[in-house]
Every structure is written in C-alpha cells, then in structure tokens.
C-alpha cells in the first residue's frame, strides 16, 4: 500500500478556490466526526470505486451528469484481491481537510498551499492518512513529481505495451503482473531508458503534422522526463509542462502512469511495430 494519496495540483485547487468562494458550507458526516465548526474544507470520501476529493462548499459544484463534482486519486489494483494502493482513513474525521488553519510555526495553511503549488509549477497534492503527521509537517506534500507509484510486491515481467497517447506506438516495457490501474483501463507500466528515448523521437516526429494537444511530447531535463502538452488559445500555441518523471533505482520511468491507458501488444504483432533493445 502507498504512504499517500495523489491528486493533481490543476485538480484540487479549483475545489478548494470553490470551497472558500462559497457562502455556506456542507456539513458532511467527516466534519462531524472531527468535532469541528463550519468552515471551507476539502472532503476525503472513500468507496468500492475509489478515494476521492470534494469541496464542502454550497451552493454545490455538479457536474454535466447531475453528480457531485469530485476527482478521484489514481493508483493500482490486485485483481486478485482488488486491494488498491491507498491508504484508508482510520477514522472519518481525519478526512475532514480545513482550508485555513493557524499555525503557530508560520506554515502555509491547506489553501495558500495548493496557492503556492500552482504558482511555482507543482503538479502534484499527496495526502498522508494520518493527521498526526500535521505535527511534523509532512500531512501534504507538493512535487513535481509522484511518489508511491509501482506496488511494492509486483512482480514485473517484460513486454510490449501501446497507447493511443502515443500515436499507437510500441515500446519494451516492464509490466506489473497482476495489476492495473484503479478504473481497469491498463496495465501498469515501467519503461527502460532506451524505449523513453524511442518514445521521445517518435512523439517529436509527429509534431507539427497533429493538432494541438492530440499528442504529448517528451524531453529529458538531466535523468528526469519531463511530459509536456501543447496548448493554443488562436493566437499561438505553447508547451507547458504536465508532469514529471523521474527513475526509480532500476533506471525505469513509469511514463504516463495511471494517466495514459497502456494495454499489451499481442504477440503475434508484427515485429515491424514492436520497439526493443536488438536496434
């Protein structure tokens, strides 16, 4: 199981701006159970479909559907088991998350946070479980890039993995057996340098014949890979920096993680698609 829960900054702040926007407040059964008075807050709910964040404000956020508009933490799933990778609130009152909050020591509350987060191109909100870890500063976390990302009992077997991200591309992966992502739409992914690098010049050769944002593009910043999405607002158009990813101790970048939907390339593929390490 992960140490934390991750969302995206890009995610999280418009509920929070909506959560201190609004004129009244939610009482939800997570304010109820942390014994505290009224105030903007970010909810933490937990289900059979997942752990999610939602902004306590009324009048309420809906989405197109009719539903309460809430984001869900992306992580993986044993599908034997269908444990996941988040950690689960030991109490619901600890799922209730204030967005202004004193601190004696001078620390940014929730919401200047988040604030800072996005202002400084962070693109990532880890929640730890335990409030006890306020104390010591560690309860949020903001970062460039994840934590927690590959189950830490996989085995990891070698494959050929594609996506339309990519524009249906094959790579040479390391695949976790036994897992996919939380929503069942993939498996989950750990590429060796030479398919990042694969994957990088044929991304690049597919600009500028798409349209923006169909395609992502890569670039290596030191040993990181940074992920980048054009964006045009009809006067021009700009890259901006979606993520990051660093390797882990066996030199592999989990690229698109829980993000782009990687399935397996059969077997009987021809050789002619297939990325891998013999050219």
């Given at each position: ?144 890039s994840r934590g927690d ?97 660093v390797p ?32």
């Amino acid at each position: 199981m992960s140490a934390r829960l991750w969302f995206r900054i890009d995610d999280v702040l418009p509920l929070a701006e909506h959560a201190v926007a609004t004129t009244a407040h939610l009482r939800t059964r997570q304010q109820y159970r942390a014994g505290v008075p009224d105030q903007a807050a970010l909810i933490w709910s937990h289900d059979t479909d997942g752990d999610w964040l939602s902004s306590n404000g009324v009048p309420r956020w809906y989405d197109a559907d009719g539903t309460d508009h809430r984001i869900v933490a992306e992580t993986w799933t044993h599908t034997a088991t269908g444990a996941t990778g988040n950690p689960v609130p030991s109490d619901e009152g600890h799922a209730f998350l204030p967005l202004h909050t004193g601190h004696l020591d001078g620390r940014r509350d929730l919401l200047d946070l988040l604030r800072y987060a996005r202002h400084h191109g962070m693109h990532w909100f880890g929640l730890h479980p335990d409030p006890a870890s306020e104390a010591t500063n560690d309860r949020y976390r903001i970062c460039r890039s994840r934590g927690d990302i590959a189950p830490p009992l996989a085995t990891w077997t070698p494959a050929t993995v594609t996506c339309d991200v990519v524009g249906g591309g094959a790579y040479r992966a390391m695949v976790a057996t036994g897992y996919t992502t939380l929503s069942h739409t993939g498996v989950l992914c750990r590429f060796p340098l030479f398919s990042v690098q694969r994957m990088t010049a044929h991304l690049a050769a597919l600009y500028p014949g798409d349209m923006p944002g169909e395609h992502p593009r890569l670039r290596f910043d030191g040993d990181e890979v940074v992920v980048e999405w054009e964006h045009d607002n009809g006067l021009g158009s700009r890259w901006v920096e979606h993520d990051r990813v660093v390797p882990d101790a066996n030199r592999c970048y989990a690229i698109g993680a829980y993000q782009w939907p990687w399935t397996l390339v059969p077997a009987t593929a021809p050789s002619t698609s297939v990325e891998d390490g013999s050219r």
